[in-house]
């Protein structure tokens, strides 16, 4: 933590409040209509634009914190894990992608937690954030699932899931890569 700045500052309230989201997503899910998963999506939306505000915040006013580091990208995993996870059931998603995605996550996590426990703090790669970007791009999509100014919410949404999912097996990798290299070093 940056001396003199409180672990819950802005940054960090606002990726808390990123994470309450999350119980709306569970009563959205539940009955999507078109009207619902249009609100539903624009939900989605706002607390994934708040990763990229909380982020400018903390980095322009010098607010980072070691709370922020590991709660930004847990918060982030848990919104677009828990709507992907909440999808399967009303057949909007794929569970293989959820399945492999989850693996992938709780892979990378742990390395970074094994990578802080020696002292060294791993941040998300900007491939994992182009994986996240995707994600939440084609999260929203399926979310919407109806046709929205004559284009097929549900299609556009699939074709950028594959795109994500390439992202994340990619920089799954680079991510076990880079610690193995770490690893061997020492």
């Known amino acids: ?5 409180k672990t819950l500052n802005l940054p960090n309230t606002i990726t808390l409040i990123r994470i309450g989201v999350v119980p709306f997503l569970f009563i ?9 998963s249009f609100v539903l999506a624009a939900l989605f939306v706002a607390a994934s634009i708040t990763d990229f505000v909380d982020g400018y915040i903390a980095r322009k006013y010098q607010l980072i914190t070691t709370m ?5 990208p847990i918060a982030d995993k848990l919104i677009v894990n828990t709507a992907m996870i909440l999808m399967i059931p ?34 998300a ?13 084609a999260v929203t999509a399926l979310m919407i699932h109806y046709p929205i ?4 919410a549900h299609f ?4 950028i899931l594959y795109i994500a999912f390439f992202l994340t097996i990619y920089s799954g990798t680079d991510y076990c890569v880079k610690f193995y290299r770490r690893v061997s070093a020492k």
């Open 1 to 5: 933590m940056i001396a003199g700045h």
């Open 90 to 123: 009303i057949g909007r998603i794929p569970a293989w992608i959820v399945a492999i995605t989850i693996m992938r996550d709780l892979i990378v996590d742990g390395i970074r937690s094994i990578s802080s426990s020696d002292g060294l703090f791993i941040q």
């Open 149 to 152: 100014f004559g284009i097929d």
């Open 28 to 36: 959205l899910l539940a009955s999507p209509g078109e009207f619902w």
């Open 68 to 72: 922020g580091k590991f709660l930004d």
């Open 156 to 159: 556009v949404g699939m074709i």
């Open 125 to 137: 790669s900007r491939l994992g954030k182009q994986k996240t970007l995707a994600q939440i791009i």
